[in-house]
Structure formats: C-alpha cells, structure tokens
DNA sequence: AGCCTCATGTTGACGCTGTCCACATTGCAC
DNA sequence: GTGCAATGTGGACAGCGTCAACATGAGGCT
C-alpha cells in the first residue's frame, strides 16, 4: 500500500522534497483507488504531498500525462493479479490442458482483479489521451494464447481473430460486470458466471472424455 | 441532425424558451458527437440553447443527470443502428441459419456503430452514477439470443453464460478497437476482424457444409 | 572557497466549471 | 384580474487546470 514513508511526518519538510514525481504519481494512484479515475487531480495530488500545486508542473506536462502514469501503474497492479493467478494455477498432464489453464487463468485473474479493486481497473483503462499505451498486461493473454495455439487449440488462420476474441471477452465481461449489468455485485455469482463464460470460450479444448457441444 | 429550429435565429426569444428541457438535451448530444462524453457540460449546453446556466436545474437535478438523459439519447441512436443492421440481413432457409444471423447482425450493428461514432458510443456506456439503465439496446441482443436457443443452437445450462458471454465479447471488441489496441483503426480492417471474432463466437452455428474447427 | 546556473518549489492570477441563493418574469387556474 | 407555481436570470462561491513571475537551494566551475 504504502511505499514511501515521510508523508505523513511533520519533522520540517525539506527544501526540496526530493521525491516528488514518484510522491504525486503515488498519492494519485491513492486518489484513484479511494474515488476511481476522475478523482485524480493535480492540486489535491499535490496538497497531499505537501506541495504547492504548480511544482506538480515541473514533473508532469499535464494531468493528462499524470494521469497516464496511474494508468501505468494500474495496469501494473493488473498484471500482477494475472501472474498470482498463473502461479496458483493447477498443473496439467496434457500440453492441450496445461493451455487451457493456463489461458483460463490468465482471464480468471483478468477479472478478478476487476472485480475485487474496480476503481483501479478503471484507473488502469481510463482515458487519459496520452498514448503512453504499451498494453503490458495483454502480453500475458497473449503468450497463453501462443501456448494454446501451439497445442493445437486454435486453428492457424484463427489466431489472430482468436487473440482478438479472448482480449474482447476478457475486457467486456470485467467492463459489464462492473456496471452492474450481470445483475447486483455480487462477488460470488459474478466469479462463477465468469467461469462459465471463460469455459464457452474454447469448447475445442474441453478436457478429454467431455464432448464438444454440437447441434444439428 | 437537428430536429429542432429556432436555435440560430435572432428573432427575440420567446420569454420562456418552452422545450428548454428538450433542448438541452439535443444541444448535449451534440456536444457528446463533437467532443465526446467529457464535453457535456452545463454551462455549455445552457449557453448553446440561448438561455443562462441555471436554468438548466430547472430541469435536470445535477449534471450527472444531464448526462444519463444523453446517455439514454445515445443508446437509442445505438439500437437504431442495431435494428438497422437487423433489417438488412440476409434471409436464410433453415431456422439455425436464421438465428445465427440474426445474432451476428445484432453484433455487426453494436460494432459498427461503435467504429462510426465513436464519440456517441461511449456516451451510450458513459459514467453517469445516475442508475438509469435499462440497457434497452442489449433487449435486441436478448431476442436474437433467445432465437439461438430456439433453433438449438445454445444448450440449455448453457443460456446465462452464453449471453454474458455474447455481451462482453461485442462489448469488449468495440471498447478495444476504439482504443486503438487492434492496431491503428483502419475501419476496413477492423470490421473483418469483428467479422472473423463474431463468426468464431458461434462455431457450432456455421452454414452447412462447413466442418466445425476441431483438433486432438 | 565562492559564484553561477539550473532545476525545483511558491505565489498569485485567469478563466473555466458545477452549484447555491435570491430575485424576476411569465403561464395558468381560479 | 389575482395569485401561485413554474420557469428563467444574476450574482456569488469554491474548486479545478494552467500560466507567468518569482524564490530557493544543489551542484559544477574556477
């Protein structure tokens, strides 16, 4: 939570601060988690790191470009709730299976991570038109997609479309659920809806001995 | 465009305006098309219909609530354009076909609509904090939907997630694809690709003679 | 050492915003 | 016609992003 000790202490500022980029991008990334994106600002930022509002210039050519580095740093945060759910994922006998996991877990930790810090979800997709956008968090998607497509989950003329299709489901799902549109929030439904939906999405990779849906 | 006139001319305005609510309203829109959903603004929108700022809160209790009216203006221009793709359709013979064109024409339209206007879209989607929504375009989702469960084309366990599934994945894709993270939007390419997502969604549905994609 | 320069932080101001208050005007019901 | 409730106006306040001018201190040069 709290890297930089020295915020709250009264012992006399010094002349210079010394930190002061690293403080204010911190201090508005707290701003985003307590009131989600549009509660950074550049004099409240400052006010809390006990500076005049201007100095926040000297470090940042706009509050768009500040709040570009919260998105950074939120998209950060993002990443690391996928690789924890990478870690803890359940290991598989078959390259197929293993995959799968692992492309599920990728998209489990997605929205969990949404789910569980929504105002910093926010924060980390929230226009801030500055295309500081190296998307960072997709590269896990990403590789559990180049995994799948190496077991054979995914056809060679799909993957493009394939990639396309997961980031969209992924995102879409975490964006809605937010909203409230899967029904009132409630963590526990959400979780298990989302588990199905990830299920739907690659049916060609279902476990052994489960058929693939079909019709007609 | 401009369903109202009388917004230009000089001819003394009438003493008390009489569709000012009306006309906020459409004058915010506008302003949405032009600068996207962060350039709704009171005093603007008051200013543009000929009349001072606080008049405004004669009609809407906040600007939160301006806002949802416009969001509510914006999703209906959405669904419009959804209905539109709908009626375009090509017919088809069998019942499956029909459904899934009809879900893939509701998904064409979301998208389109996004790719086109940009701006209004999301304003359709925008905060507001005001819980107006009744997401009325994804009604015309919900039926093609039920149509897919008609002709067996959705298994029956399967509904919930199948929606929430079709939903995140339009969604997601039109959210991503204005965010430039499908590659710099070249709106060509970027409806074959929602082509080629929107087709992956649905393999089971696929016209005859087509085999379903299947490894291992 | 001393000076000078440049980076950094401060003060004050401007115009913009949303919103509140008190007041003016008007349409409509009686 | 009178009065009331609805509607529009004017002025004010606080907060915001941002700019220009000024102050302060750190570090390199001689």
């Given at each position: 939570?709290?890297?930089?000790?020295?915020?709250?202490?009264?012992?006399?500022?010094?002349?210079?601060?010394?930190?002061?980029?690293?403080?204010?991008?911190?201090?508005?990334?707290?701003?985003?988690?307590?009131?989600?994106?549009?509660?950074?600002?550049?004099?409240?930022?400052?006010?809390?790191?006990?500076?005049?509002?201007?100095?926040?210039?000297?470090?940042?050519?706009?509050?768009?470009?500040?709040?570009?580095?919260?998105?950074?740093?939120?998209?950060?945060?993002?990443?690391?709730?996928?690789?924890?759910?990478?870690?803890?994922?359940?290991?598989?006998?078959?390259?197929?299976?293993?995959?799968?996991?692992?492309?599920?877990?990728?998209?489990?930790?997605?929205?969990?991570?949404?789910?569980?810090?929504?105002?910093?979800?926010?924060?980390?997709?929230?226009?801030?038109?500055?295309?500081?956008?190296?998307?960072?968090?997709?590269?896990?998607?990403?590789?559990?997609l180049?995994?799948?497509?190496?077991?054979?989950?995914i056809l060679q003329g799909e993957q493009e479309a394939a990639a396309a299709a997961a980031w969209s489901?992924?995102?879409?799902?975490?964006?809605?659920?937010?909203?409230?549109?899967?029904?009132?929030?409630?963590?526990?439904?959400?979780?298990?809806?989302?588990?199905?939906?990830?299920?739907?999405?690659?049916?060609?990779?279902?476990?052994?001995?489960?058929?693939?849906?079909?019709?007609?």
């Open positions: 939570m709290s890297e930089r000790p020295d915020e709250s202490d009264e012992v006399a500022r010094p002349y210079h601060h010394g930190q002061l980029r690293e403080a204010l991008i911190s201090v508005s990334l707290q701003l985003a988690e307590e009131g989600g994106p549009e509660a950074i600002s550049i004099r409240e930022a400052a006010r809390r790191a006990g500076v005049a509002a201007n100095a926040a210039y000297r470090h940042f050519e706009d509050l768009n470009h500040l709040r570009g580095e919260v998105a950074a740093r939120a998209r950060a945060h993002l990443r690391d709730a996928m690789q924890a759910e990478l870690d803890a994922r359940p290991r598989r006998r078959t390259e197929a299976a293993r995959a799968k996991e692992q492309l599920s877990a990728v998209g489990r930790g997605y929205i969990r991570f949404a789910l569980q810090s929504p105002n910093l979800f926010r924060s980390a997709w929230m226009e801030c038109s500055v295309p500081d956008f190296e998307p960072s968090a997709w590269s896990l998607l990403q590789e559990a180049q995994e799948c497509a190496r077991a054979g989950l489901l992924v995102h879409g799902f975490a964006e809605l659920a937010l909203r409230g549109f899967f029904g009132p929030a409630e963590e526990q439904a959400l979780r298990a809806l989302s588990d199905k939906v990830l299920a739907l999405f690659l049916p060609a990779g279902r476990t052994p001995s489960q058929p693939v849906r079909r019709r007609r």
